[in-house]
Every structure is written in structure tokens, then in C-alpha cells.
């Protein structure tokens, strides 16, 4: 069960409402307002203003209503983080747009137009995008300046549906994504926003790859240097 549908009396009058469900993308928004501490209102996926009638769908106190994920990850972010700079957003903006552009593609295969998933690129061989995520997140624990951020809840989101759709998927060649992916679906409010069974699948499958690459389990991200 979701920890972030409303709880307070003033989330249930006005403020933030989330047309969403848990079988969708729609949780990643949620994992991202807990991580934060900002309370919003876990609403059916339809009826919404939402242009395209997909979800999920955010709407806020006078008027806002945010579609897209990475969108609607960005809103909050400003929320969590209302003195950020221009500069200080860069950092994890082009991460949350990266996620929605290019690894929603590349973990899923879905073409524009058709969300149908058609099978992941991460664990072929030869890929320039995800070769180079590999790199990255062998030389750090979380994308931005090491400090778990907006730009992971997007990131590790989207990587982490992968098992889901993908069983057979095979990343014990990515042991840096694999270890990157196993302390996303550790953090409680992973497990809180998506679900126990989802969290335990994912890091079942990273101990497995683990096993099958011959890397040492639950060692820290630098081991995979
Ligand atoms: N790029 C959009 C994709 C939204 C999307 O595809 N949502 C799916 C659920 S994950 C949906 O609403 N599908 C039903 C439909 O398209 O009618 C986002 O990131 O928000």
C-alpha cells in the first residue's frame, strides 16, 4: 500500500493529487515525494485534464496540472528544493529528461506512439548509452555529486521495471548498474512507493546476477571498479 496516499486533513481538501495506479509508471512519483516528505493525494487514473488521458497526471493548488513524469518529478523537485538555482537544477534535470528520452527506450524498446514494450537494449552488448551508464555508476554511489537525488528516483525507476517486464534479462555484464539498481530497491521508501514484491524481485535478480558474474555480494559500489 502506498505510504504517501493522503494522510493529512489538508492533503485530503487541496494540494497535490496524483492520478495514478501502481500497475503504471505512476510510482515513481510517489517513491519521489516520500524520499522528499512532501504529502500528496493518490487519485484514480481517470477522470484527469491530462492531454493525452495517460497517467500520471499531477494537479496542485491554483490551477497547476503537470503531465509526464519526468515533468511532474521536476515540479516536486522545485517543491522540495524551492532556493535551487538554475544551475543547482541543471544537475538532476537532465538526468529526469535523460530517463524520460532515452532510457525509457532503452529499458523498455517502446516506440513513439506505442508504449507496447518490445524488449530491452541493457543487456546487449555494444550499446554506446548504456556501456557509458555502466562507466558512471562505476565511479559513484548516486548521479549527483554522490548525494541520492531526484535524478536516481528517475534513473533507478526506469531501470528497475526492467526485471519486471524483462525476466530473463540477463545485466551480470553491468555490475555497476546491477549494484546501482540493488541500493535504489533497498531504500524503504522504494519499497513503500512500488510495492515489497516488487523491491525483493529486483534485488533478488541483482544478487543473482551478482552470483552469476563471480562478483563479491553486497559489496560496495567501488568493488566494481
Ligand atoms: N512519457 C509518459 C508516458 C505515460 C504513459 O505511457 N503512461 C501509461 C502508463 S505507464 C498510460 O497511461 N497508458 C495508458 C494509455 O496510454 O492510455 C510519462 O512518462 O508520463
Given at each position: 500500500m502506498l505510504a504517501l496516499v493522503a494522510t493529512t486533513a489538508l492533503a485530503m481538501s487541496s494540494g497535490l493529487r496524483l492520478h495514478g495506479?501502481?500497475?503504471?509508471?505512476s510510482p515513481l512519483v510517489n517513491w519521489f515525494a516520500a524520499e522528499a516528505g512532501i504529502p500528496l493525494t493518490v487519485v484514480p487514473?481517470?477522470?484527469?485534464?491530462h492531454p493525452f488521458g495517460q497517467v500520471p497526471f499531477l494537479t496542485d493548488d491554483g490551477g497547476v496540472e503537470v503531465f509526464e513524469s519526468g515533468a511532474i518529478l521536476l515540479y516536486l523537485a522545485d517543491k522540495a528544493a524551492?532556493?535551487?538555482s538554475a544551475a543547482d537544477r541543471a544537475r538532476y534535470a537532465k538526468w529526469v529528461v535523460w530517463s524520460n528520452s532515452e532510457l525509457d527506450g532503452l529499458c523498455f524498446g517502446a516506440v513513439p506512439g506505442d508504449h507496447r514494450v518490445r524488449g530491452t537494449?541493457?543487456?546487449?552488448?555494444?550499446?554506446r548509452s548504456v556501456d557509458r551508464l555502466e562507466e558512471i555508476l562505476s565511479g559513484c554511489e548516486?548521479?549527483?555529486?554522490?548525494t541520492f537525488s531526484v535524478a536516481d528516483v528517475a534513473v533507478g525507476s526506469y531501470l528497475n521495471y526492467t526485471p519486471l517486464f524483462?525476466?530473463?534479462?540477463?545485466?551480470?555484464?553491468?555490475p555497476a548498474i546491477v549494484a546501482y539498481m540493488d541500493r535504489c530497491a533497498a531504500r524503504p521508501k522504494f519499497a513503500e512507493a512500488f510495492g515489497a514484491q516488487h523491491a525483493a524481485l529486483v534485488r533478488a535478480k541483482c544478487a543473482a546476477w551478482r552470483e552469476r558474474a563471480g562478483a563479491p555480494k553486497g559489496g560496495p559500489f567501488g568493488l566494481f571498479k
Open positions: 495506479s501502481q500497475q503504471t509508471r487514473p481517470r477522470p484527469s485534464a524551492p532556493g535551487a537494449s541493457l543487456d546487449k552488448p555494444g550499446v548516486w548521479l549527483v555529486d554522490g524483462f525476466p530473463n534479462t540477463d545485466l551480470s555484464m553491468r
